[in-house]
């Protein structure tokens, strides 16, 4: 009876740990985003801005490309995969800045 009760558990916690993992993964589909990319994709487009990848410090970065969830989450400075909102054409004139995720 142990045995079916450690078999049972273990297969309960291998399923829980990969729903788990897929969790985030199925978010990045934004189907329904956070507030945060909500106000971010508002502010984008009336203030004419575009995604500027590759400049952000850490923690300073307006959202992402399937790095982490969004705003203020960045780890690492000049993440490639992090972008911050800037003017449009200021992204160019910047060393580093790059208009798409690397």
Known sequence: MNRHLLAASTLSAAVG?????????H?????????IVKENMARMAKGHLEKCYGINAVAKNDCAEGAH???GQATQARDPKSFVLLPAGDCSKIQGGKLSAS
């Open 27 to 35: 978010a990045q589909g934004m189907s329904n985003p956070p507030k």
């Open 69 to 71: 969830s969004c705003a």
């Open 17 to 25: 740990l990969a729903l788990a993992i897929q969790g985030p993964a």
